[in-house]
């Protein structure tokens, strides 16, 4: 298995393609394919055996209490056997410890049992070549060196060189918080750069969301980026918790008071000529009678009453001491994306005939410029409609879904605009125009849609579309929209400008030199990944408690603040 400390984002596609003995276009035979997953082994993580019932009850004494306890109770039956008064005593605190390893180890079971169901719940698939011919396969029978195939809505099953992308974006919020698709392109990358710099890499457990592509496997479980962070979980040793702590300390304070007790007692009585023996079991019953036998069963039945209300909230608790944690709390650190944010981007500005208005303040018949606007976002558009179950859903680039989203708000389908006007060209969008054109038929003529970055569409446009009419696009205009442009980044939003053509027939050849030039400006996006519902109501909870919650994010400070 090769490790991932191989700069292969910084290699030639035929130096690793060579380093793995692939064939680019064939893939690896199905031979050669078996032959690398008996050596490698599968591609999963690997899983930390679950200790036997006997290691978990026997952990359960690892407590200083506990053992404060259980030496209590040796002693409590020694004299309880001596003067002749039985083990009543003795009986009493076992039963309270091993109780409360019981219901220790019976948490730990019903919680490994939970996890163990979460993990089959899912068994991803891809499509790998070999022998020159595609195939799906489950993703754990991946292999390095493997060829395999990306499209959109994809979820990459390993550690990938690219060596082929076409307009290709992947969403590696899992690896790096960052809620925009990583761009992704085939060129080798100079330096040592971190994975979310590493463009001609996709990672394992990342999705694609726009676009199609090929890679050639460079690592596979463990070895994969997120097998190391995995790795690193995995390692961490284990650390008591505040309250097990202070039960430790009590522990340590209660048996070293017994001891003075004892010495003390013994000390006086053999002072005024007691007999020795008598003395020494009177100072072992004091001592023994200071030891508090219900504390340890108390908490645990406080720990075992928290656990189950977190269940009934769907948390999985796997020890009960783990259940205070959250009571010793003083800073909570939150990523952003996915955990304060719906991770899913949102329309929530239009800007049409030279103003702003937001989306919620729109009727539910639009206007017909707000009509044409959101028509326009929707022809030059890659991502997908489909019906499942009587419910719409969208695939592709969150950007992109967003505008299906707003169109299915106000009633407009893009399947059905699809229908009406047929697309007959396109040119994909790239990083250097920062634009996506398309074409498509009408009765009478043919409709260019496009859309991108503000800046690259206006230096496309010398006409605008306001208050119904086409006019020339003045330098008053320009500043006016530049203006509105700042105005909706300040307030944390991503902005995409939508222009439009009509022409009357398709030019031979369909570039940016015939299609994106002489446009008319329609109007702009504003769209944002707006925070959870139930965020708000978080925060000040944690206020409440004296919790401090902190944001984490790669964002820039105006859109984290804002």
Not at 110 to 138: F, Y
Not at 225 to 253: C, F, H, N, W, Y
């Amino acid at each position: 298995m090769m490790s991932t400390t191989e700069n292969f984002y910084a290699q030639t596609v035929e130096a690793v393609a060579a380093f793995f003995s692939t064939d680019t276009l064939r893939g690896l035979s199905a031979g050669e394919a078996q032959a690398r997953l008996a050596r490698d082994g599968y591609n999963e993580f690997q899983k930390t055996r679950h200790t036997s019932l006997v290691v978990k009850f026997f952990n359960q004494f690892k407590s200083f209490m506990i053992i404060v306890l259980l030496v209590a109770a040796a002693i409590s039956g020694t004299v309880g056997y001596m003067h002749g008064e039985g083990f009543t005593d003795a009986v009493i605190i076992l039963v309270i410890v091993v109780l409360n390893a019981v219901i220790g180890v019976a948490q730990e079971a019903k919680a490994e049992k939970s996890l163990d169901a979460l993990e089959k719940l899912s068994s991803p698939h891809c499509t790998v070549v070999r022998d020159g011919l595609a195939q799906e396969i489950a993703s754990r029978e991946v292999v390095v060196g493997d060829l395999v195939l990306l499209d959109t809505g994809d979820s990459i099953p390993a550690d990938l060189r690219l060596i082929e992308a076409v307009n290709l974006k992947v969403e590696e919020a899992a690896l790096t918080g960052e809620s925009v698709p990583a761009e992704k392109q085939t060129e080798p990358v100079a330096g040592e750069v971190q994975p979310g710099d590493q463009t001609d890499m996709a990672f394992s457990s990342t999705s694609v969301t726009y676009g199609r592509g090929k890679g050639i496997v460079t690592a596979i479980g463990m070895e994969t980026q997120v097998g190391r962070i995995a790795t690193m979980i995995q390692s961490v040793g284990e650390t008591k918790t505040p309250m097990q702590q202070k039960l430790d300390t009590l522990g340590k304070m209660l048996a070293y008071a017994a001891l003075i007790i004892c010495a003390v007692i013994f000390g006086v009585g053999v002072l005024y000529g007691r007999p020795l023996l008598d003395m020494f079991m009177t100072a072992i019953s004091l001592a023994v009678a200071a030891i508090p036998e219900g504390l340890p069963a108390v908490s645990t039945i406080v720990l075992a009453l928290g656990v189950q209300r977190l269940v009934k909230r769907h948390a999985i608790v796997r020890k009960l001491p783990s259940v205070e944690t959250l009571g010793s709390t003083q800073i909570i650190c939150s990523d952003k994306t996915g955990t304060l944010t719906q991770n899913r981007m949102t329309v929530v500005q239009l800007y049409i005939d030279g103003q702003a208005t937001d989306v919620s303040q729109l009727s539910e018949t639009l206007s017909e410029e707000a009509r044409r606007l959101v028509v326009l976002s929707l022809l030059a558009n890659d991502a997908t409609l489909a019906q499942e179950e009587g419910r719409w859903t969208t695939t592709g680039d969150p950007t992109e879904t967003a505008m299906l989203d707003l169109g299915m708000k106000f009633g407009v389908n893009k399947n059905e605009i699809e229908g009406v006007t047929p697309r007959t060209g396109e040119i994909p969008f790239d990083s250097e125009r920062k634009m996506m054109t398309t074409a498509h038929r009408r009765e009478a003529d043919i409709l260019v849609a496009v859309k991108g970055g503000l800046d690259e569409t206006l230096a496309a446009c010398d006409r605008i579309y306001e208050n119904g009419a086409i006019r020339p696009l003045t330098a008053e205009d320009l500043d006016r929209i530049r203006l509105a442009n700042t105005q909706m980044a300040e307030n944390a939003l991503r902005v995409l400008a939508v222009a439009m053509n009509e022409i009357e027939v398709l030019p031979s050849r369909i570039e940016p030199a015939t299609l994106e030039t002489g446009l008319i400006f329609v109007g702009m996006l504003g769209m944002i990944d707006p925070p959870r519902e139930e965020v708000k109501a978080a925060v000040e909870k944690c206020r409440t408690a004296g919790i401090k919650p902190v944001m984490i994010t790669g964002d820039h400070k105006i859109t984290a603040m804002a």
